[in-house]
T-cell receptor, first 114, second 113 residues
Framework: GENVEQHPSTLSVQEGDSAVIKCTYS??????FPWYKQELGKRPQLIIDIRSNVGEKKDQRIAVTLNKTAKHFSLHITETQPEDSAVYFCAASKRTGGGNKLTFGTGTQLKVEL | DAGVIQSPRHEVTEMGQEVTLRCKPISGHDYLFWYRQTMMRGLELLIYFNNNVPIDDSGMPEDRFSAKMPNASFSTLKIQPSEPRDSAVYFC???FGTGHGYTFGSGTRLTVV
């Protein structure tokens, strides 16, 4: 089955700096890659996603890049703010006969320091 | 839309007791997922349904766990008998079609003592 690895497990940045979180996946058939943000005690929430026919996608301060050849994708957060502090999860899935199963990475604890 | 609704939010039970977790997906979503989250193992997929039919239950830890989806608007996850190692946050999520992100419920924090 699919295996998703995520690095780093913790990341500390100064407010205003950029943060980058990287993930690799094992199944070359995977074609959908969402990112979730989970604040302490809350539910994971989808913040951005990318499909395999696109190399990059941006939404304000957040961007995701995908390298299908290398089977890795990354989340970039620019101009970080204290409210960006949370755990971020990457995930991957593919269209199969059964559907829509997401395999999640192990998460990155991002701390934005004042 | 009220989103994915889970109940209860917190459950404390004694070892050996039966526990039932409930989920109402977003109306119109045809996929429903049950995940378990722990510090040690992260987010683990337990089982998922498509159009109320179980598709993949390979993540269900053992026979003590069972899940049902009797109709498009309701699902249950049952643990019987419960054990302390079942303590975790259990999330239900739903989605529409394939290649789309999930919407998670608020989760049920289960503590088995």
């Amino acid at each position: 089955g699919e295996n998703v690895e995520q690095h780093p497990s913790t990341l500390s940045v100064q407010e205003g700096d950029s943060a980058v979180i990287k993930c690799t996946y094992s199944d070359s058939a995977s074609n959908y890659f969402p990112w979730y943000k989970q604040e302490l005690g809350k539910r994971p929430q989808l913040i951005i996603d990318i499909r395999s026919n696109v190399g990059e996608k941006k939404d304000q301060r957040i961007a995701v890049t995908l390298n299908k050849t290398a089977k890795h994708f990354s989340l970039h957060i620019t101009e970080t703010q204290p409210e960006d502090s949370a755990v971020y999860f990457c995930a991957a899935s593919k269209r199969t006969g059964g559907g829509n199963k997401l395999t999640f990475g192990t998460g990155t604890q991002l701390k934005v320091e004042l | 839309d009220a989103g994915v609704i889970q109940s209860p939010r917190h459950e404390v039970t004694e070892m050996g007791q039966e526990v039932t977790l409930r989920c109402k997906p977003i109306s119109g979503h045809d996929y429903l997922f049950w995940y378990r989250q722990t510090m040690m193992r992260g987010l683990e997929l337990l089982i998922y349904f498509n159009n109320n039919v179980p598709i993949d239950d390979s993540g269900m830890p053992e026979d003590r766990f069972s899940a049902k989806m009797p109709n498009a608007s309701f699902s249950t996850l049952k643990i019987q008998p419960s054990e302390p190692r079942d303590s975790a946050v259990y999330f239900c999520a739903s989605s529409f079609g394939t290649g789309h992100g999930y919407t998670f419920g608020s989760g049920t924090r289960l503590t088995v003592v």
